[in-house]
Every structure is written in C-alpha cells, then in structure tokens.
C-alpha cells in the first residue's frame, strides 16, 4: 500500500470548512459555535492522542499490548452500550461477554483462515471496528428488549402462569430484539457502494490503493462485521433477558 | 400492599371482593407465584410454596388473566400451548366445550375473535391443564353483559375443581361463589 503523508498546515486549513459550520450556527443563532469549538478542540487531542497509543503500539510490535488496547475497548464500549440499555437490569455483564466474545472469536476466525497477519497493524483497527458495531448492536437489541417486556407484561405473565419457563416466555422478545440488533447493519451492507462508501474503502482510495485492493478488504471486513455484530446480538439478549425474572420464573417489578 | 392476611382456602368457590387497587389481585398472584411476599408464608396443601417446583404448581392452580393475551397461532394452539410445555398433547374440543366453545372454533385465529370469545378462549386453555385450583383475575371486567354471562354459565358448569375468583362486583361474587371473602386497603375486611 502506498502511503500519504499530510502536514499540520493541510489539517489547520481543513478547519476552514468548521468556520462555515460556525457561521452557519451564528447567523442562524443555533448557538451551536461553543459545541463546534468543543468538537474540533476534542477531535484533535482524542485522535493525536490515539494516534501516538497506535504508533507506539505498532513500533513495539507486542501482541500483548494490542489485547490490553482491546480490552480497554471492549470495558468502554460494554459501559456506553450499558448507557443506551438502563432499563435492562444487570446488563454490563451480558454485554461484556458480548464484545469480548464478538472480538475475539471474529478475530481468531480471520487469523485463522489466513485473512489478515497476526500483527498489529490489522488487528488494532479491525478489532476496534468489530467492538464499536458489536456495541452499537449490543445497545440496539437490548434497548428493544426492555421495549419488549416493559409492553408485554401481560402476555410474559399469562404464559409464564401456564407453566413456562422465564426461558420459554422470553423467546419471542428475544428473537425480535435479536433482529433489531442485526438489521442495521444488515442494511447498510445491502447498499453499501451505491448510497454510501464505507469508511476503509474511502481512506484506502485516498491514500493511493487500486480500487480492487480497496474493494476486497472492505468487503472482508462488512462481512467479519456481520458475523461479530450476530454473535454480540446473540450473546447479550440470550444473557440479559434473564434479568428480568427471578429464578423462580417470576417477571421481577419494573425498577 | 398487602398485611396480616390469614387465609385458608377450601375446595369451593371463594370470591376476594374489593374496590380496585385493595390487593386482591395481588393476593391472587402469591397463590400461584408469579409473586412472593415479604414476610410469610403461602401454603399449598400443607407445603411452602417455595419449596414446589413454580411451574408445576402453576399448572396445578392454573391462572385466567384479567386481559384475553392468546399466543400466536389458532384456538387450538392456545389450548394445547400449557399441556405442551409439560410435554402432553391435548384434544382441544373438551376444554373448549368446558368454556362454552363449539369444535368449530379450534382451526380460527385466536387473535381474530372478540373480547369475550378470546377469554373463553383463556378459561379453556387454562383448563386443558386440568387444574386443581383455578385463580380468575375479574375475568369479565373487559367484556359487555352478554359476554360476561356466557363465561360465567362456563364457570358455573365446572366441577371438581377449586376456584378463587376476583372481583369487583358484589353480585358477580354473589352469583358464582360460596364464600364471599371482602379485601380492604390490604387487609381482610
């Protein structure tokens, strides 16, 4: 891969197209300029600072220090995705459970199968992409799940008085909210290409690479997405629906 | 919600008769627990509850809910979804003609009926269960008179088995119950 190298200068004049978005907000009294000034000021330190974790990362070319980045990754994802999920009680475990073994089984399959090397130029960004949409996810399918219970009450408790099972009473929630976790991105890959350019392909064509190149990794990537998006889905609902009867097959109250 | 309730309940028709929100249905509820108390205990032929296995004493006091909430799929399904989950098949025409309900009805869509025929719909599939103990959560406060007698001719049709009946109405309690048991702000009146 060829690589491109930009100045801070060609950055600062970037922040031209950010004084548009300012005046925009102030002629239209948004009063949006302290979030912008707040957004560019965050954006750069976050990335710079993550820039130099990554480089540094790469120059000591230590597995261990790509897992530590990981885990790091996955602790801060299951609490923003935990966020986004209150009303499921006891949520943080199923959800780390969830990214973590989002990651590291969608990692392994592609070092397996010989799709990328073991190094940490590969692994750092492709595990970070597999936990922040396994995230995403995650928060979408169990936001859906609460929805569900929190609407079905009733019908969760004239099932569950009939004999069944929390596990048998939970199954059609947890088969619709599985499927709010995956649609999203089950859409977006349909359209990939023709309503936008996802994010690899754009950076690889700007910074030099044959479109074929581009092509064949980003879709090796939508499609480990896929399945580690599946897997988190999966893995959080099938847990943290059980939070919300006892373990005598009781619906517990609302919080 | 509830306090210093001393209750034994005998192999009839007792009715727990209150004003909206005085804790009858949450008195029903602790008989099949769906719900626990605090403090005390609930017995069921002389055993702790908590010591039953919940889904099988569930399937012994079969519970018909205040609201018609059918699974998915025909009549027949919703009465044979109990007996399924116990792993038992069930003909659907005897409980169905137990709560009022032709043969005709097993292959409708359970979801397409009326109020009143989708909680007949409930008094059957709780009785495919054949249930000791019956618990009925003010089973005709969503339906119009004519609905409401037709369940209650079903209830009062049935034998053998022990009922406990909430409500609201003192003539429905009248009607259908030998024992008329009044809840109060919680407590037995």
């Known amino acids: ?23 925009v907000s102030f002629w239209r009294r948004a009063e949006l300029e302290t979030d912008l000034g707040i957004a560019v000021l965050r954006s750069f330190v976050q990335l710079t ?63 397996a199968l010989g799709v990328f090397d073991a190094e940490p130029r590969y692994l750092v960004p492709v595990g970070g992409m597999v936990i922040g949409n396994s995230m995403t996810a995650a928060a979408v399918a169990l936001n859906r799940l609460a929805d569900e ?32 976790g ?11 290409g023709v309503v936008f350019f996802p994010g690899t392909m754009v950076g690889m064509l700007i910074a030099g690479a044959e479109p074929i190149d581009a092509v064949r990794l980003q879709l090796i990537l939508l499609w480990v997405l896929l399945g580690s998006v599946a897997l988190a889905a999966l893995v959080s609902v099938s847990l943290a629906y059980r939070g919300f009867f006892t373990p005598a097959h009781q619906l517990r109250e609302p919080a | 919600m ?47 509850v908590r010591e039953l296995d919940p889904l099988e004493l569930r399937r012994r006091v079969a519970l018909v809910p205040q609201l018609p909430a059918p699974v998915e799929g ?37 979801s397409k009926l009326s109020v009143g025929e989708q909680q007949r719909v409930m008094l059957a599939r709780a009785l495919a269960l054949e249930p000791e103990v019956l618990l009925l959560d003010e089973p005709t406060a969503a339906l119009d008179a004519e609905a409401r007698d037709a369940v209650e001719r079903a209830l009062t049709g049935l034998t053998g088995v022990t009922m406990v009946l909430v409500t609201h ?6 009607r259908l119950a030998q024992r008329v048991v009044e809840i109060r702000e919680g407590r037995i009146a």
């Open chain 1, 1 to 23: 891969m060829s690589s491109v190298s930009i100045s801070l200068g060609e950055v600062a004049a970037a922040l031209a197209l950010v004084a548009v978005a300012a005046v």
């Open chain 1, 49 to 111: 600072a993550v820039g130099y974790v990554i480089q540094a990362i790469f120059d000591s070319d230590s597995l261990w220090l790509v897992a530590a980045l990981l885990a790091g990754m996955v602790a801060f994802g299951a609490f923003t995705a935990r966020g986004r999920a209150k009303a499921v009680p006891g949520a943080l475990g199923p959800i780390a459970l969830a990214l973590s073994l989002a990651a590291v089984a969608t990692l392994a399959l592609v070092l």
């Open chain 1, 149 to 180: 219970v929190d609407s079905g009450r009733a019908r969760i408790e004239a099932v569950l008085a009939l004999g069944a099972s929390s596990r048998q009473a939970a199954r059609g929630l947890v088969t619709r909210s599985l499927r709010s």
């Open chain 1, 182 to 192: 995956m649609i999203p991105l089950i859409d977006s890959t349909k359209t990939t």
């Open chain 2, 2 to 48: 509830l306090e210093g309730v001393d209750l034994v309940l005998r192999p009839e028709t007792t009715a727990l008769l209150g004003p909206s929100g005085s804790g009858k249905s949450t008195l029903l509820r602790l008989l099949n627990r769906l719900a626990d108390p605090d403090e005390g205990v609930v017995r069921y032929h002389g055993r702790d």
């Open chain 2, 74 to 110: 025909s009549v027949a399904d919703n009465v044979g979804y109990g007996p399924a989950l116990a792993g038992r098949s069930v003909d659907a025409e005897r409980p169905l003609s137990l709560a009022g309900l032709g043969r005709e009805f097993a292959e409708r869509d359970a």
């Open chain 2, 169 to 174: 109405e003192r003539a429905q309690a009248e």
